[in-house]
């Protein structure tokens, strides 16, 4: 079969590979029918990912049709389509029975897909604990609309949850690319009075207004987003701020945007560390969550789909197939074209 693999430090190749075999009872191996590239792909390929193993299928974004399952596997069934969670956990450890599960204590536990075992950008994928990384796509969902569930929607879900948004809040959102725009569709769900996005790109700000997730856009390179927060709040600032940028100054922003006593999500990953300065920001009694997401709402959000309340197909603007993956990932690293996502059909 085709798959992208990670080679070394700087570069994927698209390569053949053998058809994954079941390992365990409890696996399961999935055709891909539809995948996606993920900024987590481009830190695995930069080497910012020290986990990641050279010679891995990349790829942990992904939905397809249940092809062969182990004897231990109850949930799905041969045939099954089925979106496939970014997380392998056994369910069953201190962490998972407490749904921590991106911490599972298993060799598998956590991200493994497409970074220490292979992943799906590929024909077929192997997945471990099927019956907890896999969940059937409710009839009349397509694969487009179920693409993201198990990695940015989740992420999104999990970092709406995590913020306590209730109703009538302010959020302000740091970061308008897919796992921002996935942050604010969840925030919406919790009826903040206002979601405030804001990005260097106006095409993506432009996307988060036509989605109707962003009732407010800010670009930082000519309004500041602290002063945007502050604006709506008699001052105050955010109630519930968003990290999902990552960049330079981002960190830092947040937390001067959130309002004394609110609280502070980090989703973005970094490449370099940042410094909680504890004398500036003394009295301002803020809550810092962050960490990796657990991806355990996967069913829930299939469901919220379902019912129309979460759309996230807006975010597909390119497609190719798995044997042009090097034209579209050189796309999605460029950021040309007004590039979002990138859906791959193998």
Same mark, same amino acid.
């Given at each position: 079969?085709?798959?992208?693999?990670?080679?070394?430090?700087?570069?994927?190749?698209?390569?053949?590979?053998?058809?994954?075999?079941?390992?365990?009872?409890?696996?399961? *191996?999935?055709?891909?029918?539809?995948?996606?590239?993920?900024?987590?792909?481009?830190?695995?390929?930069?080497?910012?990912?020290?986990?990641?193993?050279?010679?891995?299928?990349?790829?942990?974004?992904?939905?397809?049709?249940?092809?062969?399952?182990?004897?231990?596997?109850?949930?799905?069934? *041969?045939?099954?389509?089925?979106?496939?969670?970014?997380?392998?956990?056994?369910?069953?450890?201190?962490?998972?029975?407490?749904?921590?599960?991106?911490?599972?204590?298993?060799?598998?536990?956590? @991200?493994?897909?497409?970074?220490?075992?292979?992943?799906?950008?590929?024909?077929? *994928?192997?997945?471990?604990?099927?019956?907890?990384?896999?969940?059937? !796509?409710?009839?009349?969902?397509?694969?487009?609309?179920?693409?993201?569930?198990?990695?940015?929607?989740? +992420?999104?879900? @999990?970092? &709406?949850?995590?913020?306590? !948004?209730?109703?009538?809040?302010?959020?302000?959102?740091?970061?308008?690319?897919?796992?921002?725009?996935?942050?604010?569709?969840?925030?919406?769900?919790?009826?903040?009075?206002? !979601? !405030? =996005?804001?990005?260097?790109?106006?095409?993506?700000?432009?996307? &988060?207004?036509?989605?109707?997730?962003?009732? *407010?856009?800010?670009?930082?390179?000519?309004?500041?987003?602290?002063?945007?927060?502050?604006?709506?709040?008699?001052?105050?600032?955010?109630?519930? %701020?968003?990290?999902?940028?990552?960049?330079?100054?981002?960190?830092?922003?947040? @937390?001067?945007?959130?309002?004394?006593?609110?609280?502070?999500?980090?989703?973005?990953?970094?490449?370099?560390?940042?410094?909680?300065?504890?004398?500036?920001?003394?009295?301002?009694?803020?809550?810092?969550?962050?960490?990796? %997401?657990?991806?355990?709402?996967?069913?829930?959000?299939?469901?919220?789909?379902?019912?129309?309340?979460?759309?996230? +197909?807006?975010?597909?603007?390119?497609?190719?197939?798995?044997?042009?993956?090097?034209? &579209?990932?050189?796309?999605?690293?460029?950021? =040309?074209?007004?590039?979002?996502?990138?859906?791959?059909?193998?």
């Amino acid at each position: 079969m085709k798959a992208v693999v990670f080679e070394e430090k700087g570069r994927f190749a698209l390569k053949e590979r053998p058809v994954p075999a079941l390992h365990a009872p409890t696996d399961a *191996v999935v055709r891909v029918t539809l995948a996606s590239i993920c900024s987590s792909d481009l830190h695995i390929k930069h080497g910012s990912v020290p986990r990641a193993k050279p010679g891995v299928i990349v790829g942990h974004e992904m939905v397809g049709v249940v092809e062969q399952t182990g004897d231990g596997v109850r949930k799905v069934r *041969v045939g099954d389509r089925v979106a496939v969670n970014v997380e392998t956990f056994c369910g069953e450890c201190y962490f998972c029975r407490r749904g921590f599960v991106n911490n599972c204590t298993h060799e598998y536990g956590g @991200w493994a897909l497409g970074c220490r075992i292979d992943g799906g950008q590929a024909e077929y *994928v192997r997945v471990p604990f099927a019956d907890h990384g896999l969940d059937v !796509i409710p009839a009349g969902v397509t694969d487009e609309q179920a693409l993201f569930t198990g990695d940015i929607l989740a +992420t999104g879900y @999990w970092g &709406a949850g995590i913020g306590g !948004i209730k109703e009538g809040d302010t959020v302000l959102v740091l970061g308008a690319g897919p796992t921002g725009l996935c942050t604010m569709a969840c925030a919406r769900l919790c009826r903040p009075a206002r !979601i !405030i =996005a804001a990005d260097l790109s106006e095409g993506r700000l432009s996307l &988060a207004r036509r989605m109707g997730i962003a009732d *407010v856009t800010v670009n930082p390179a000519r309004e500041d987003p602290v002063a945007a927060a502050r604006s709506f709040t008699q001052g105050r600032g955010a109630d519930v %701020v968003f990290e999902v940028a990552g960049g330079a100054g981002t960190f830092e922003a947040a @937390w001067k945007a959130a309002r004394p006593n609110g609280t502070v999500c980090v989703i973005a990953m970094y490449e370099t560390p940042q410094v909680l300065p504890l004398p500036d920001m003394y009295g301002k009694n803020l809550t810092f969550k962050t960490g990796g %997401v657990d991806a355990n709402s996967c069913g829930k959000i299939l469901e919220l789909i379902r019912q129309g309340k979460l759309d996230t +197909t807006p975010l597909v603007t390119h497609r190719f197939s798995l044997d042009r993956a090097m034209e &579209a990932y050189a796309l999605f690293e460029s950021q =040309a074209d007004g590039v979002v996502k990138v859906a791959l059909e193998p």
